[in-house]
């Protein structure tokens, strides 16, 4: 099982910054795919973003263009680069590790709160 700690969530006002972090650990597992997933109040988790092994990625179409994700994979780490912030991106945003084993693991979560 993969440990997963993230960090850099809190609050902004809209049009805002944020950069979450993630590192994982624990696991002799390697990690193919890692990304961020959000649930907001009243709705069900959702994806933002992933990015495979070989930087292929996937976004969520609400953030293509003002979210980017990226991978240190030599340190297990994958961030979350948010720009232009909206309150509709208002949630708690997991971290998830896929290993090649099929094995899937998620963060506790971290908080991001636009304010209008």
């Known amino acids: 099982q993969v440990q997963l700690v993230e960090s850099g969530g809190g609050l902004v006002q809209a049009g805002g910054s944020l950069r979450l972090s993630c590192v994982a650990s624990g696991s002799d597992f390697t990690i193919n795919v890692m990304g961020w997933y959000r649930r907001a109040p009243g709705k069900q988790r959702e994806l933002v973003a992933v990015a495979t092994r070989s930087d292929i990625t996937n976004y969520a179409p609400s953030v293509k263009g003002r979210f980017t994700i990226s991978r240190d994979n030599a340190k297990n780490t994958v961030y979350l680069q948010m720009n232009s912030l909206k309150p509709e991106d208002t949630a708690v945003y997991y971290c998830?590790?896929?290993?090649?084993?099929?094995?899937?693991?998620w963060g506790q979560g971290t908080q991001v709160t636009v304010s209008s």
């Open positions: 998830n590790a896929l290993a090649y084993s099929g094995s899937s693991s």
